[in-house]
């Protein structure tokens, strides 16, 4: 947001506003939620220091307790799940099957960690900005470190894709995810590094609607079949960053032809969408599905907008 009012108003003086908290949301991560891999490198992960319900979910957290193994750990995880905001998938679950496998807080996630990375490159160019030329060593040193870290941990050798990490198994998971865009998007992965994940991208997560959240059907709602716009918005970032302009159209006219059918059958966009089966609505989760949000709104907006310059 910070680098969009810049750009978009011309106005460096946002840097200057806001560059106090660029500080301080990244000493937020660095307590508790950083881990550190070998000398000098590092990553960080979703977590929380209660080990309670969530007292929005107070009694359906105490019954699903019961069924973990060790019931103060899992309330712990599901709190950093839902700080992922992927709340909740089977990118977080042991058991794909079973919530109270949930373990979020063992692993680093490829999103996040390209998110902390952004963060570090665009607070890197407000230091410069600010002739704090110190700041901007630091800011530039740590968006380094996440580069190397994500390109060493969240590259899984053997298919190449970009994964989260387990820290407790050492080796990537085995849950394929739309987040393997992020690292595309932002830049930090290109050619060889980034040619794994965009096939896979392309030839298995995009379905007839948009790219789908994972593979699994686990009745989590951040799994298949469920895609939701900020993803797409990703992924159509990766694709057109890597050249691949002819899918990132595909993808965009079919999440908008979508999201289009769905607000002619009922009046409403939607939080999320059933990218799979265009007939049905999206499900599962804790909640019935919500009547839409700014991020469909405005990713359909976009998306339209793209579609109408390339045409």
């Known amino acids: 947001m910070l680098e969009l009012a810049v750009d978009k108003l011309g106005d460096s003086s946002w840097y ?8 301080r949301e990244w000493a937020f991560w660095e307590q508790g939620r950083q881990v550190a891999l070998e000398e000098g490198l590092y990553l960080f992960r979703y ?14 957290d105490v019954h699903l307790a019961k069924e973990a193994e060790d019931p103060l750990a899992f309330y712990q995880h599901l709190r950093a799940a839902c ?7 089977s990118r977080w679950l042991a058991d794909p099957m079973k919530l109270s496998s949930i373990r979020t807080a063992a692993l680093l996630p490829v999103d996040l ?24 060593e630091r800011w530039q040193q740590r968006q380094e470190i996440l580069r190397q870290a994500l390109l060493r941990y969240c590259r899984d050798a053997a298919s190449g894709l970009f994964l989260d990490y387990d820290v407790e198994q050492g080796r990537c998971t085995d849950v394929p995810s739309a987040a393997m ?29 948009g790219i789908v959240c994972t593979q699994v059907y686990s009745g989590q709602q951040w799994d298949a079949p469920n895609g939701w716009a900020p993803l797409q918005w990703i992924a159509y970032q990766a694709f057109q960053r890597s050249g691949r302009s002819s899918v990132a159209r595909l993808l965009a006219s079919r999440w908008c032809a979508l999201n289009e059918a769905v607000y002619q059958r009922t009046g409403k966009m939607m939080e999320k969408y ?12 804790e909640y019935p599905v919500q009547d839409g949000f700014g991020w469909t709104n405005g990713v359909y907006l976009a998306l339209r907008a793209a579609l109408r310059t390339d045409a």
């Not at 200057?16 to 500080?23: G, V």
């Not at 865009?181 to 609607?209: H, R, T, Y």
């Not at 059933?274 to 989760?285: I, Y």
């Open 113 to 136: 960690n390209t998110l902390l990375y952004q963060h570090a490159r665009i607070a890197a160019a407000a230091a410069a900005v600010l002739g704090d030329g110190v700041g901007q």
């Open 83 to 89: 700080e992922s905001g992927w709340d909740f998938s």
């Open 47 to 60: 977590s929380d220091a209660l080990q309670t319900p969530r007292p929005e979910s107070y009694r359906e």
């Open 16 to 23: 200057a506003r806001y560059y106090p908290l660029l500080e």
């Open 181 to 209: 865009a992020f690292p595309i998007w932002a830049g930090l992965a290109e050619g060889s590094s980034a040619a794994a994940s965009l096939d896979f991208l392309e030839q298995v997560l995009l379905k007839p609607g």
């Open 274 to 285: 059933n990218v799979e089966d265009l007939s049905l609505e999206a499900g599962g989760g």
